[in-house]
């Protein structure tokens, strides 16, 4: 038995090949499924099966594209009435891939249909040895049991279950799997570590020491992070069966004068995915600004409309193809082509540009100092507010902009902070298409602020995931 895993950065996503001498599953696997077909030639084993142990809410899942590339069959839950053909599973249904024996648990909670693949390796012996637990359980934490509006308390009460009559009854030294480490919003504070032990997790996770059942539905129904708006897209989108990528139209190149006249059609908008300083100097008027360096499939999906083509400037084709990639991720294939030669070719076209100045973290500071800052708001998220912000900073999180930004006065001189720079600059680019012109942007946000000794080190901020609103438990 082989079982290796694929972590896709930024959706914090893992997948997995379990593999004998010649056939193999993947589980969970993403959209763009190439990968495992890459892997599986080297391993020089055959794809048969591919395991969904639920309807995936924060990216598409890529079993639609791997059935059709390798002729594998689709495992997935029963009660997830796919709209296309698969094996559906209930609780004790088994079958074999050459020496593992896969048992099917229902494990309701963090969605209804949800369920684990237990294996056990006959040629070690019959006792389980590995749990791909979906989003049930996570390194140190659970799955979150609110995305189902009005069935919050319902679903915590059957993760519960799930948790202390099903996956803590396997043995110690069975290894767990889960599809999200840190830096997911399908949990609230999964650690850093991506896989770990039945045992581990019984003595380490917050969650699964919370005993009494009360207890454990409040810690999961108070308090989350926000989840974005993508997620009931994706679930919809993985239950319907995605686009296959190979049908989705190519990238198209557009001079200047083409993009010019598609961005002003309102069935479209421009889409800026270079670094926050570059929008900061020169971007297109209306533009979205979402640093790809940033969590960027995350808040691409939560802050963009599904509904419009979108139309993409980067600093070059290789960066376009890059985000392209990341938005279908998320379910934004509406993708319809990109600025070729970038700013320079906008620029030098004699066409407009907008600008939001950037402020360091001295030149804030002197602000703050002589009470200059007229409106400063920290777009981080609560948790992270909570846990340190600048005197008088009002606390609206990024994607709160889109309709709270009536609560500033686009006539005064606002000034926007985050962890370093990139989420404040989506705020500043909400807020430019809302009419609000008197912009600052703070490069490095509160990471340089505190860098530079003008405040204590926030440690969400300093977190490589930290351009993600999660909610932590370090407070």
């Known amino acids: 038995m082989i079982i290796q895993q694929f972590f896709t950065k930024k959706i914090a996503h893992s997948s997995y090949f379990l593999g004998g001498d010649k056939t193999c599953a993947i589980i969970d696997p993403r959209r763009d499924a190439d990968i495992y077909i890459e892997v599986a030639r080297e391993m020089g084993t055959r794809i048969t099966h591919i395991l969904e142990t639920h309807l995936h809410a924060d990216f598409i899942s890529g079993h639609m594209d791997l059935a059709q590339k390798t ?3 689709i495992y997935g839950p029963r009660s997830a009435n796919y709209d296309f053909d698969y094996v559906p599973l209930s609780e004790g249904d088994s079958f074999e891939l050459e020496d593992m024996i896969i048992k099917v648990l229902e494990t309701p909670g963090h969605t209804p249909e949800h369920i684990s693949y237990v294996i056990t390796d006959m040629s070690r012996g019959k006792e389980p040895v590995a749990l791909f637990c979906g989003d049930t359980l996570f390194v140190g934490d659970v799955g979150r049991p609110d995305l189902f509006p009005g069935r919050a308390e319902e679903l915590a009460s059957k993760l519960y279950d799930s948790l202390h009559n099903k996956i803590m009854e396997l043995p110690d030294t069975c290894e767990i799997y889960p599809a999200h480490g840190a830096g997911s919003l399908c949990g609230r504070a999964m650690a850093a570590k991506r896989t770990s032990t039945i045992g581990y997790e019984k003595k380490f996770n917050y969650a699964l020491n ?33 686009l ?20 002003a059609d309102t069935s479209t908008f421009v889409l800026d995915v270079r670094n926050f300083e570059a929008f900061g100097g020169q971007h297109i008027p209306g533009a979205y600004s979402i640093d790809i360096d940033s969590n960027f499939p995350t808040f691409s999906g939560w802050l963009l409309p599904p509904e419009k083509d979108i139309l993409l400037v980067s600093e070059g084709y290789e960066q376009a193809v890059e985000a392209s990639i990341q938005l279908r991720r998320v379910g934004l294939d509406r993708i319809y082509g990109y600025l070729v030669g970038g700013m320079y070719a906008w ?13 360091s973290s001295h030149e804030l500071h002197q602000r703050v100092m002589q009470g200059n800052v007229t409106v400063l708001v920290d777009v981080r998220s609560v948790s992270e507010y909570d846990n340190f912000h600048l005197h008088n900073a009002v606390n ?27 989420r404040s600059s989506m705020g500043a680019s909400l807020l430019k298409q809302k009419s609000f012109e008197k912009l600052f942007n703070v490069a490095g946000g509160m990471r340089g602020y505190a860098a530079a000794g003008f405040g204590p080190e926030c440690p969400l901020c300093a977190l490589p995931w930290a351009s993600f609103p999660v909610k932590s438990n370090m407070q």
């Open 71 to 73: 002729g594998a069959t």
């Open 210 to 242: 919370l005993n009494d059942r009360k207890k454990f539905i409040d810690s999961l129904t108070h308090g989350m992070p926000g989840a974005p708006d993508h997620f009931g897209r994706c679930t919809f989108i993985n239950k319907q069966g995605p």
């Open 244 to 263: 296959k990528i190979i049908d989705l139209p190519p990238l198209k190149e557009l001079e200047p004068f083409e993009f010019s006249s598609l961005a």
């Open 347 to 359: 620029v030098t076209a004699g066409l407009p540009t907008g600008h939001v100045p950037q402020l």
């Open 396 to 422: 609206i999180p990024v994607a709160d902009l889109r309709k709270r930004y009536v609560e500033l006065d686009p006539a005064k001189e606002t000034i926007l902070i985050c962890g370093s720079g990139q």
